[in-house]
């Protein structure tokens, strides 16, 4: 995953994927590699676990070797401008952003282009060794991705179409480009990620990477200790939420098996849920980059 330089982390909402994105800044980060990680939603949740109170499209220094940046509409248009048609910026882009705007409900992939085009810029300009975008959740992430190929059937020549043919060049080289799909061990995170695999499939060849389950329930039970605990009626407290456990790590374990089934996969890398106490984003990060190196060295040997 990290020898790509363009890794899209998406998921459904509340699965975890800003984590594992800032996670994978740090490492790729400890590995010597120039990292841009981008968040391409407005909801700041990455600036948090990264330490930052927010992110503007600025790019900032985070950590050693992170830059760290969020899009937004105006100034993607205002840099797609500049970089791409080679217009001067004079003033305020807030009648173009109207016109913009009205165009951009009738034509689709018209938003999705700009931000989709500075990350392929930043990739073709070698201005770091990996972009780690902390992408849409997936039920908008296709439409996003796929942006360059939706263009490329409505405008088949001029300035635009030779834009959209090396941006979907970039997208669609399995060496360059990939996508790491987080989800929970539940049904509907599970279900979602199968069908964005195959909706994903349909319109567009981008690599899909992987998968990898945030929140793995860890149960550590004593199991003698259990079993004098079932014999002693003042512990059926004790022995309720051991059985709790041991319930919630088998379905885990269920949707797990499933989503290796779906993947043709021997087994899903998981990330361990994070302990108890952990109180703020940057220690939760700190547990997923343990998580993550874990699973490098568990590769490596």
Known sequence: ML??????VTGKGGVGKSVVAAALARVAASQGKRVLVCEMDDKGSLAAYLGRSSLAFEAVE?????????????????????????????????????????????????KEILVIGKLCHEVREKHYDII?????????????????DALATLVRIGLIADQTKWMSGLLHDPHVSTVLAVVTPEEMPVVETIELRE???????????????????????DKLALAAARDDHAMTDTVNVCDWLIARRAEAERHSSHLADEFNLANVETIAEAPAGLDSPQRITDHVVTEIDRLLLVHHE
């Open 62 to 110: 985070v950590a050693p070797n992170v830059m760290a940046m969020a899009m937004n509409t105006e100034d993607s248009l205002r840099e797609y401008i500049r970089l791409f048609l080679r217009l001067p910026i004079i003033g305020s882009l807030t009648p173009l952003a109207r016109i913009f705007d009205y165009v951009a409900n009738a034509a689709p992939a018209v």
């Open 199 to 221: 909706r994903l499939a349909k319109v567009s060849p981008l690599d899909f990477g992987g998968v990898v389950i945030n929140r793995m329930p860890q149960v550590i039970i």
């Open 132 to 148: 780690i975008v902390d992408s849409e959740a997936s039920g908008h992430f296709v439409a996003q991705v796929s942006a360059p």
């Open 3 to 8: 020898s790509r330089r363009l890794v899209f």
